[in-house]
């Protein structure tokens, strides 16, 4: 039963790492979402996306969850006409960053939340596993 928990611990907490990861991602994406180039014509802040893949775990032979990658948004940038940008091209037009602080902001809940419920599940394995080592005291 103990080794049990103690695997549940483990794939929740692959899980923590990765929702923390994101969490990193989300927070660069606000931070820069109005990062335009320094050069003329030249390419703005791309939004950059965490993806997930199964993780076998070597002691235990469970799977847990990593990172596999962070990408950058393939949405393209939206343009807007500002002659006197110092980003602004031949034409006058600058290029935006891809970021739309909405979604950025839903990613955040919903990576805070998966964060949380990995978190309990190590904090109600934890509890499991001491509650099993005093039964165990109590018996002998």
Known sequence: MADALVTSARLAASGLAAQSTRLKIVAENLANAHSTSSTPGGAPYARKIATFEAALDDESGNF?????????????FATTHDPGHPAADAAGNVRLPNVNPLIEIADLREAGRSYQANLEVVRRSRELVEMTINLLRGSQ
Do not use: L
């Open 64 to 76: 847990g969850v990593r990172v596999s990658g962070i990408e950058r948004d393939r949405t393209k």
